[in-house]
């Protein structure tokens, strides 16, 4: 079965200070990976996905996520993070059987401080 | 464009009482998810549908039920609503099912007592 973890349920940053949201993954053969955030009281947004090709995958708002096989993961990061990134960040995974099934992880709360 | 939109943003029901919750994009997308949220978890897949007149189950679609008469609109029904339906309801639309990302609505927050 696909699956998808987020090891974390809350990230603690400094604004200016690099930040990292972890997310692994479980399925069977070659994954279409997302991640979107969520800010409070509304719908999920998309911030970037990972096909296929280059392994470090940039997206909106500054984010950019790194697409690791060997270790099944597809961690988050910024540079620099800033007050308004503090929201709720979600992985997803399409089933590679059936692309419109997705699977979501549980959420990670990043809080940047200023 | 709207998007997603989605009516009601709120609402309480009664242990047994129906209601339908409404959807609709004018994206032109063939795609459309319902997703329900609970507090601390991540989105899991209701009923999904890949055209008019399509549907089909995802992770959990007991208690529920979809039709889709229309590119449009995607409602969701609940028959007899239980506790265990409280939730948060995302409706999503998207172009293709697997590269192309899911636009969300801003969803519909149930209670049943």
């Known amino acids: 079965a696909q699956s998808v973890a987020q090891p974390e349920d809350q990230v603690n940053v400094a604004e200016g200070n690099p930040l990292t949201v972890k997310c692994t993954y479980s399925?069977?053969?070659?994954?279409?990976l997302f991640w979107y955030v969520q800010y409070p009281n509304r719908g999920l947004q998309f911030l970037l996905k990972y096909i296929t090709g280059d392994n470090l995958v940039k997206g909106s708002y500054g984010f950019e996520a790194e697409f690791n096989k060997s270790q099944t993961s597809f961690h988050l990061k910024k540079p620099s993070a800033l007050v308004s990134d503090s929201a709720l960040y979600f992985c997803?995974?399409?089933?590679?059987?059936?692309?419109?099934?997705?699977?979501f992880g549980s959420g990670t709360k990043l809080n940047v401080k200023p | 464009n709207a998007g997603v939109t989605q009516t009601p943003k709120f609402r309480i029901l009664k242990i047994g009482q129906s209601m339908t919750l409404q959807c609709a994009q004018d994206m032109n997308h063939n795609y459309m998810y319902w997703y329900r949220q609970d507090p601390g978890m991540g989105l899991k897949l209701i009923y999904y549908?890949?055209?008019?007149?399509?549907?089909d189950k995802g992770e959990v679609p007991n208690g529920y039920n979809v039709s889709r008469s229309t590119t449009e609109d995607f409602p969701l029904r609940l028959e007899l609503a239980a506790p265990s339906q409280t939730s948060v309801y995302f409706c999503?639309?998207?172009?293709?099912?697997?590269?192309?990302?899911?636009?969300f609505g801003p969803g519909t927050r149930l209670t049943v007592l």
């Open positions: 999503a639309s998207s172009y293709s099912p697997d590269t192309d990302t899911q636009y």
């Open positions: 997803a995974v399409s089933d590679v059987y059936n692309f419109n099934k997705f699977y």
């Open positions: 549908s890949v055209g008019a007149g399509i549907t």
């Open positions: 399925v069977s053969g070659n994954p279409y």
